[in-house]
Each structure stands twice: as structure tokens, then as C-alpha cells.
């Protein structure tokens, strides 16, 4: 059984623990505020970005000229995948629950005879593939809570080229999608190749189909959103990876706060049991003293 010491000494260690913990739970909660707000900024862009597409999908034969980024991959031998993970642990299952995706994603592809290129982003996700031993084309750390467009469309950018020059049939991330406050999910978000048939199919559920009138020209418009919009969705992806990684941080701190608090109780209680069974043993034994001396 444990003395007083040992017991004070544990009381002090949790409750040293406890201080940390709520101290990271109270940062990330904040943290998670701002990426939030950052979620409800670039979501109306993305949206009606992603609208005027649609639009000029559904306004006649634009999506039919000869883009690049819009070509058709009926067997694709090749593919580029980004994995966002976070640098930092203590966040729950975050970590562990998107690189199991990704895992599953590459092996699936391996099956069906496509090489994947993985681009890797986040320490933990690092050295994770490192352990396994899978191959990593890039390796980026610089991704924080607040990441830039300037800094997605400086990644997207190259691969996006290799796709338009033929060296790779598709682009895809590996995220934790931000649902809302309560709920986070890895997700695999295809980015190429892109096709009309969605877009077709979303206009004409909403009633679209109408006619425009298009300046300068469609083809230059649709040139021109094209590849605004692919970068848009690798950017939210990257926004709502880090509200998530946040959120999944705060829970994991807030339980770790709980459970210190629960230890510290219970070795709290046992403390003081055994300072009272101390206590009451040196009474009888002074008490016995006393007999024998009479």
C-alpha cells in the first residue's frame, strides 16, 4: 500500500498534469474559434464559385473545348494524393482516423493497378509512412491552424500542371471534413479529373439550364475559374483540417482534464484514509503504552 508521501506526491503530479491540460484545452478551444470564423468566411466564395460553374456548364457547349485540366482519364495508371495531418499530437483519433483512410485509399488504388504519389503534409503523418516504410514524393511542415491560399495554390500548382501535361490522371486529399461543431470526418476529396456529368446533373436538379450572355467569352471565363476553383477546394480542405485538428484537441484535452481531476480525487480520498488509519494507530499505540507503564 502506498504511504502519505507517496500518495501526496501523486496528488501533486495530476494536479500539475490538470493545469497543463486545461491550459491546452482552453488554447485550442480559442484556436478552434478563429478557424471557424475562418470556415464561415471562405465557405460563400466557394459556393458561388462553385455556382458560376455550374452555370456555364449548363449554358451550352463550353465544357466541351479543349481545357487541359478538363481532359478525360478512362485508364488512369497514375495519381497524386495529399494526406493533411497535423504536426502536433494530442489530439485524439485526428491523426490515426485520416491516415487510416489514406492508407485504405492507397491500397485500394494498388489493387486496381494505380501507382499513387503521396504528398504528405503534417509531422505526424510523416512519421507515421516513414515507420510503415511507404514512399513519400514531398514532405511539407509548414501548414499551421491558419494556412494561406498563397500557400495551397504554391502546392496545387505543380501537380495541377503535371495533370494538364499528362503525367498524372488524377489529384485527390485526404482531410477531416468540418461538418459542424459536433462533428468532424476523414474524407477523400477527389479534385481531378474533373467532369460535367456532376455539375450537369446539379444544375438542372436546381432548375438550371437558362441562357447567358457571357463576357469577354466562356471559354476564357471557364479558363480562368477552372483552376481558381481547384485551388479553392484544396484550400478549404486545409481550412477545415485545422478547425477540426482544433476541435478533436480540445476534447481529447478536456478529457484528459476530467480524468485528472477524477485521479485526483480518488488518490485524494485514499490520502486521507490513510493518514486517519496513521493517525489512529500512533493513538493506540500510545494509548498502549500508557497500560503498560500503569
Given at each position: 500500500?502506498?504511504?502519505?508521501?507517496?500518495?501526496?506526491?501523486?496528488?501533486?503530479?495530476?494536479?500539475?498534469?490538470?493545469?497543463?491540460?486545461?491550459?491546452?484545452?482552453?488554447?485550442?478551444?480559442?484556436?478552434?474559434?478563429?478557424?471557424?470564423?475562418?470556415?464561415?468566411?471562405?465557405?460563400?466564395?466557394?459556393?458561388?464559385?462553385?455556382?458560376?460553374?455550374?452555370?456555364?456548364?449548363?449554358?451550352?457547349?463550353?465544357?466541351?473545348?479543349?481545357?487541359?485540366?478538363?481532359?478525360?482519364?478512362?485508364?488512369?495508371?497514375?495519381?497524386?494524393?495529399?494526406?493533411?495531418?497535423?504536426?502536433?499530437?494530442?489530439?485524439?483519433?485526428?491523426?490515426?482516423?485520416?491516415?487510416?483512410?489514406?492508407?485504405?485509399?492507397?491500397?485500394?488504388?494498388?489493387?486496381?493497378?494505380?501507382?499513387?504519389?503521396?504528398?504528405?503534409?503534417?509531422?505526424?503523418?510523416?512519421?507515421?509512412?516513414?515507420?510503415?516504410?511507404?514512399?513519400?514524393?514531398?514532405?511539407?511542415?509548414?501548414?499551421?491552424?491558419?494556412?494561406?491560399?498563397?500557400?495551397?495554390?504554391?502546392?496545387?500548382?505543380?501537380?495541377?500542371?503535371?495533370?494538364?501535361?499528362?503525367?498524372?490522371?488524377?489529384?485527390?486529399?485526404?482531410?477531416?471534413?468540418?461538418?459542424?461543431?459536433?462533428?468532424?470526418?476523414?474524407?477523400?476529396?477527389?479534385?481531378?479529373?474533373?467532369?460535367?456529368?456532376?455539375?450537369?446533373?446539379?444544375?438542372?436538379?436546381?432548375?438550371?439550364?437558362?441562357?447567358?450572355?457571357?463576357?469577354?467569352?466562356?471559354?476564357?471565363?471557364?479558363?480562368?475559374?477552372?483552376?481558381l476553383s481547384l485551388k479553392m477546394q484544396f484550400f478549404q480542405a486545409l481550412v477545415e483540417a485545422a478547425a477540426s485538428e482544433?476541435?478533436?484537441?480540445?476534447?481529447?484535452?478536456?478529457?484528459?482534464?476530467?480524468?485528472?481531476?477524477?485521479?485526483?480525487?480518488?488518490?485524494?480520498?485514499?490520502?486521507?484514509?490513510t493518514r486517519q488509519a496513521a493517525i489512529t494507530q500512533e493513538i493506540l499505540e500510545v494509548i498502549g503504552g500508557a497500560e503498560?507503564?500503569?
Amino acid at each position: 500500500m502506498a504511504t502519505s508521501r507517496e500518495l501526496k506526491n501523486k496528488i501533486r503530479s495530476v494536479n500539475n498534469t490538470k493545469k497543463i491540460t486545461r491550459t491546452m484545452e482552453m488554447i485550442s478551444t480559442a484556436k478552434a474559434v478563429v478557424c471557424q470564423r475562418r470556415i464561415e468566411a471562405t465557405q460563400p466564395y466557394g459556393d458561388k464559385l462553385a455556382e458560376i460553374l455550374r452555370d456555364l456548364g449548363s449554358s451550352g457547349d463550353c465544357l466541351s473545348g479543349s481545357f487541359p485540366l478538363l481532359r478525360e482519364v478512362e485508364k488512369p495508371t497514375r495519381e497524386v494524393l495529399f494526406i493533411v495531418t497535423a504536426n502536433r499530437g494530442l489530439c485524439g483519433g485526428y491523426n490515426t482516423n485520416t491516415l487510416k483512410l489514406a492508407e485504405q485509399f492507397i491500397d485500394t488504388q494498388a489493387a486496381n493497378g494505380i501507382a499513387v504519389d503521396v504528398y504528405m503534409l503534417g509531422k505526424k503523418g510523416i512519421s507515421r509512412f516513414k515507420y510503415l516504410g511507404r514512399d513519400t514524393v514531398e514532405s511539407m511542415i509548414h501548414f499551421e491552424d491558419r494556412p494561406t491560399f498563397e500557400e495551397a495554390e504554391a502546392v496545387l500548382e505543380p501537380v495541377m500542371t503535371s495533370f494538364e501535361q499528362g503525367e498524372i490522371d488524377g489529384v485527390s486529399v485526404v482531410f477531416t471534413h468540418y461538418i459542424n461543431a459536433a462533428r468532424q470526418a476523414p474524407v477523400v476529396r477527389t479534385l481531378l479529373p474533373i467532369t460535367d456529368e456532376d455539375s450537369s446533373d446539379e444544375s438542372s436538379a436546381k432548375g438550371g439550364g437558362g441562357e447567358f450572355i457571357l463576357e469577354p467569352s466562356p471559354e476564357l471565363i471557364l479558363g480562368r475559374l477552372l483552376p481558381l476553383s481547384l485551388k479553392m477546394q484544396f484550400f478549404q480542405a486545409l481550412v477545415e483540417a485545422a478547425a477540426s485538428e482544433q476541435i478533436a484537441r480540445r476534447m481529447a484535452m478536456k478529457n484528459a482534464t476530467d480524468n485528472a481531476e477524477e485521479m485526483a480525487t480518488k488518490y485524494t480520498q485514499l490520502y486521507n484514509r490513510t493518514r486517519q488509519a496513521a493517525i489512529t494507530q500512533e493513538i493506540l499505540e500510545v494509548i498502549g503504552g500508557a497500560e503498560v507503564l500503569n
